[in-house]
């Protein structure tokens, strides 16, 4: 096994492009050591990110947006003072990952790039509207979030890209997202379903909404009928059990240890009234 | 065991001081299973099948052995030729087939070969260089459909006696009990109720996988570490399977991060043994946690049927049930134990039950607190529990008329002696719990439940140092601070304080024979072992008082950790404290120690009642215990809180079971979840602070009044959960676990 660990984000994806057999990049290895320790996957070529300079900055931009490197971790996210008033759907769902030792490692572009359907960060970020740069042979990009799985352990990134920022829209007035989760247990465990939403209201009525679902399908869902059910809507019970049944129908997913198909077809429209009304409420300035 | 020195008024029982082996434990210097290393030592490990069944076609070692990190490679043909024969007394037979597969792989993660190399990497990468070739067979996992006509056999000629005609070869074991007649009992009921229940098989999770050091020479001598909860078995079961004398392997257990009945016999060890014989260098094995979950013991999955009679005043007119249980490829699912503990807290004319020991293509279960006996109480006591709610009766009060007491027949046979079933029941109703009002969407439930407990073969030896300190020698290990209520027992007899009193876990070689720690039998047989060995000691300082004073010995008598004259007639000597005895015992006959070894046969039978309160979320299924109590006698706390902890830890693990823990199987018989992100033990914030009640109804079989506490604190819960998940849901829950996509489909069904 080769281990790199490259000053910037050019070497890392020429490293990674001339690399053969299997490449993984080391961001906090929460993923990547835990497969290698259970053979599950033994890299040929190991590229740590970390020592890249700014891969742990948190940056508010002059527009309100914010740029986030790509080994910040959990407890980074969580323990930033301006970050997660602006966004708190997005660093609680990081913050649900692991336990305090986890959370000292792991980052958003690891839970994006591992590729795990379930992945909690997934959900929220999509619902935020976030967005990476992904550095390669042929210069920079920027792909949405949920461009990026395209299946079980599979993303779009081609060889010898890799994600070299993480952007996260302006916050804007009026505006709040949430995320939850399903797990058997209260913590320490993986989603069996999980949601993210995101909304914008105009006195009580919500003009912007975006709902994502974890953990119900091959990747992350960005549900359009979710947010049609709820748009023009003041997030009345009608409302409410029409972007329940939207979540539920846009489910398709697999009978597993971790659920059958019933119940997360059912939990995943529970969860998104639950969400949709904690977003709501945050929308409107109430703690929630 | 005559017990005319029974004792209630205590100095040092009773009380709570740091268990001596703290401060080792909390700052890392007690050396576990995976602690230890040796000069020259290689790493070994072990290939599993991947097939649930399997016939083992060919296995070449070729390429592994030529690696040049590889020392050894044992197949089965290293090991000794152990008799098969049917039935428990085949178990050398049994163990050795589990510890290394012989002509079928019987399940996923049977071991098939290992290896030994210098590096644990180079070991675990030289597995890949063996070559198996499997003639894959069907395979069976379930216990209703491995008793079925059509159901592949496991093993052809592995069922005993007991097993009526006609029976699948897949039940091994037969047990039928009770008295009175059912059927008449059923015609006089009001109401009978009748239903069927199913449990997976759980694992008891101990957080320290099993891990051992071993080294055995070609002269047949050799020395074993290992964790474990019993070293004498260990040595036996070793000895047995690599064809040496018990006595020429001396094994040390080391300490032990949990075992619950999962450590109490081998997996590993016999097979360090083989590598370390072959490549003439010692051999450590650590097992992942991957291996623990697919290739060491887990508890038996069960189906039940209950069959309940009860009149409208509560009385239970006749009591049946079926317990089929599933224990893996090999004979021993405790089928008799549930069938014998299910209906025992109650005093019953007529109560019938049967149990089947059924193999399946599942790792070999092992003993897990209270083998057997959570399952049954979990039918039985859902059973009871819907008949209370039908007939609107209170289910303590229900209980405690039909409670088992002294003088009962109980339903496996004997008659108890004194037994603490009513106080347990009688606390629980004066407890608060019972009475403090409910939340909407929350609900109680309340079991009682039972185990036997065990004495076991016990051998103890005390000796006392010149300056007066004790040093107390014990073959148990200790499980759950047993060392700490040694000192106390000894501390009590010598009168001497519980500091100045070292116990220690003696190897094979130090001490004679000890069954394992199981059975809750340590604080009750080496208890009372300790206390015989130090009056053992005691008599000795009373000849050596009594020769120095130059008066009778029998006008010496032991008070306060001092010789003292027995009466104003002995003479008028001061106080002789033990030290000053001590100080010179070698010009006055030698050393001064104590002994015990006997097979104590009162462990006395233990009850509990546990209270637990659960909310239920009607839309996802999740539940939330919220409160628990667990009521249980002890007969006598040696030390309260190890006591207390084994209560909580007994409603913790029996919350896991109940709620979340459960082996997966694929269609392809491989288990799905060995790894504790998927088998899910409960974290600490999915528990609610666990409330504990002492009861102390002495046993007449220990000198101090003790019962075994470490295992009927399981048998309660998963009812109590039960009945408490039910009463919030609205909907009976027969299934275990009661995870939420379960509870979600029972609502659903429910309308
Ligand atoms: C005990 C435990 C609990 C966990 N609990 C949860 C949980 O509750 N929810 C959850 O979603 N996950 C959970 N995880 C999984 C894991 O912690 C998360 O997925 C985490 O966010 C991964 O981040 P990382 O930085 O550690 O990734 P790494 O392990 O470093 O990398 C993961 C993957 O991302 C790729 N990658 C990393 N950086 C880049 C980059 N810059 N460009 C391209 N590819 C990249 C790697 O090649 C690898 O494939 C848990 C893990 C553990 C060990």
Avoid at chain 1, 88 to 93: I, K, L, R, T
Avoid at chain 2, 54 to 62: E, F, G, L, P, Q
Avoid at chain 2, 528 to 556: F, N, Q, S, Y
Wanted: negative net charge; proline residues 6%; glycine residues 10%.
């Amino acid at each position: 096994m080769n281990y790199h660990s490259p000053a910037s984000f050019a070497e890392a994806s020429a490293l990674a492009a001339n690399a053969t057999g299997i490449t993984r990049f080391l961001a906090g290895g929460t993923d990547v050591l835990v497969q290698l320790r259970s053979e599950l996957v033994t890299p040929d070529t190991l590229i740590d990110i970390k020592k890249i300079n700014g891969v742990h900055d948190i940056t508010r931009n002059a527009d309100g947006s914010w740029t986030l490197g790509v080994a910040t971790t959990g407890a980074e996210m969580s323990e930033h003072p301006e970050l997660g008033k602006d966004w708190p759907g997005v660093v609680e769902a990081m913050d649900l990952i692991g336990s305090t030792q986890v959370q000292g490692r792991a980052t958003l572009t690891g839970n994006l790039c591992n590729g795990s359907p379930a992945a909690d960060s997934v959900p929220a970020m999509v619902a935020a509207g976030v967005t990476v740069t992904v550095t390669g042979p042929d210069g920079m990009r920027e792909v949405a979030v949920e461009d990026i799985p395209t299946g079980p352990g599979k993303t779009s990134l081609t060889k010898g890209e890799v994600v070299s920022a993480v952007n996260i829209p302006a916050r804007g007035d009026n505006a709040g997202d949430a995320y939850l989760r399903f797990i058997p247990r209260t913590e320490m465990d993986i989603a069996v379903v999980g949601v993210g939403v995101d909304l914008r209201l105009d006195g009580d009525t919500i003009t912007e909404a975006r709902v994502a679902l974890g953990a119900v399908a091959p990747t992350v869902l960005l549900v359009e009928d979710c947010a049609k059910a709820i748009l023009g809507s003041t997030l009345d019970d009608a409302a409410l059990d029409a972007l329940a049944a939207a979540a539920s129908a846009a489910c398709n997913p697999i009978d597993d240890k971790r659920g059958t198909i019933e119940f997360r077809t059912e939990v995943a429209g529970v969860l998104a009234k639950r969400a949709a009304k904690i977003a709501y409420a945050r929308a409107k300035g109430e703690n929630a | 065991m005559a017990l005319d020195d029974r004792k209630s008024d205590f100095t040092f029982v009773g009380t709570r001081p740091n268990r001596p082996d703290g401060l080792d434990k909390v700052t890392g210097r007690a050396k576990f299973g995976a602690d230890i290393s040796a000069p020259g030592m290689l790493h070994g490990a072990v290939l599993r099948s991947p097939h649930a069944h399997a016939r083992i076609v060919k296995i070449d070692t070729s390429k592994a052995e030529a690696h040049k990190d590889v020392k050894a490679v044992v197949t089965r043909a290293d090991f000794a030729e152990v008799p098969f024969k049917p039935g428990l007394e085949g178990e050398f037979w049994n163990v050795l087939e589990n510890v290394m597969a012989g002509e079928k792989a019987l399940y996923d993660g049977h071991a098939v070969a290992a290896i030994a190399a210098s590096s644990a990497l180079a070991a675990r990468d030289a597995l890949k260089l063996i070559e198996v070739e499997y003639d894959v067979l069907s395979h069976v996992t379930d216990v209703d459909k491995a008793m079925a006509p059509d159901a592949p056999v496991i093993r052809e000629g592995a069922a005993d006696y007991s097993v009526p005609e006609g029976m699948h070869p897949n039940v091994v074991r037969y047990h039928e009990s009770g008295h009175g007649d059912v059927e008449a009992g059923f015609s006089e009921a009001d109401l009978v109720t009748e239903d069927s229940f199913v449990t997976e098989a759980t694992h008891q999770g101990y957080i320290e996988p099993h891990a051992c050091l071993g080294m055995l020479g070609n002269d047949g001598k050799g020395e074993l570490w290992c964790t474990t909860q019993g070293h004498w078995i260990a040595q036996k079961t070793c000895a047995a399977l690599l064809g040496i004398e018990t006595s020429q392997l001396r094994v040390t257990a080391s300490e032990i991060g949990g075992g619950f009945g999962g450590k109490t016999t081998v997996f590993i060890e016999p097979v360090a043994l083989a590598l370390s014989r072959k490549a003439n260098r010692p051999v450590k094995i650590v097992m992942t946690r991957s291996e623990v979950f697919r290739a060491t013991g887990p508890t038996s999955s069960a189906s039940m049927d209950i069959k309940i009679g009860m009149k409208k005043d509560g009385t239970i007119t006749a009591a049946q049930g079926v317990f089929r249980l599933q224990g893996g490829a090999f004979p021993g699912a405790p089928g008799d134990m549930t069938a014998m503990c299910a209906f025992a807290p109650y005093n019953l004319t007529n109560v019938k039950q049967i149990g089947y020991d059924v193999m399946s293509n599942r790792p070999k279960q092992a003993a897990y607190r209270a083998p057997g006996a959570p399952m049954g109480a979990f039918a039985v006591e859902s059973v009871i529990d819907e008949l209370c709610n039908k007939l609107g009766l209170d289910p303590v009060d229900v209980r405690l008329k039909n409670a088992a007491h002294e003088g009962t027949k109980a339903s496996y046979g004997p008659t108890y002696e004194r037994i603490g079933l009513v106080e347990t029941l009688e606390a629980a109703k004066a407890h608060p719990h019972y009475t403090a009002p409910l939340k909407p969407g929350q609900g109680r439930g309340i079991s009682c439940g039972f185990w036997f407990n065990h004495g076991g073969e016990t051998s103890v030896s005390l000796a006392l140092s010149e300056d007066g300190s004790a040093q107390l020698m014990v073959g148990t290990p200790d499980i759950g601070g047993s060392r700490a209520s040694m000192a106390l027992m000894a501390a009590e007899v010598l009168g001497i304080p519980y500091e100045n009193i070292r116990v220690t876990v003696a190897d094979t070689a130090s001490l004679g024979y000890n069954d394992v720690s199981h059975g809750s039998r340590v604080t009750y047989a080496s208890g009372l072992a300790t206390i015989k060995a130090a009056k053992h000691a005691v008599e000795r300082l009373c000849e050596r008082a009594a020769t120095k004073w130059g008066i009778p010995t029998d006008a010496v008598k032991w008070e306060d950790g001092c010789a003292v004259p027995s009466g104003p007639n002995a003479g008028d000597f001061d106080p002789m404290p033990l030290a000053d005895i001590t100080a010179d015992m070698g010009s006055t006959g030698g050393p001064i120690s104590g002994h015990f070894e006997a097979t104590p046969e009162g462990a006395g039978v233990s009850f509990g009642t546990h209270i637990v309160d659960a909310e239920v979320d009607p839309e996802t299924g999740k539940t939330c215990v919220t409160r628990y109590t667990v009521i249980q006698d002890a007969g006598k706390a040696i030390h309260p809180t190890y006591v207390e902890g084994q209560y909580q830890g007994g409603a913790a693990q029996g919350i896991g079971w109940a709620l979340n823990e459960e082996y997966v199987y694929g269609e392809d018989g491989r288990l799905q979840n060995s790894i504790f992100l998927d088998y899910r033990i409960p974290v600490a914030s999915d528990l609610p602070m666990i409330d504990t009640v002492i009861v102390e109804v002495p046993n007449p079989g220990h000198p101090f009044g003790v019962r075994g506490v470490g295992e009927t604190g399981i048998v309660p819960p998963l009812a109590a959960i039960a009945n408490a998940v039910s009463n919030a849901a609205g909907v009976r829950m027969k299934q275990l676990p009661m995870s939420p996509p379960r509870i979600l489909a029972a609502l659903k069904g429910n309308g």
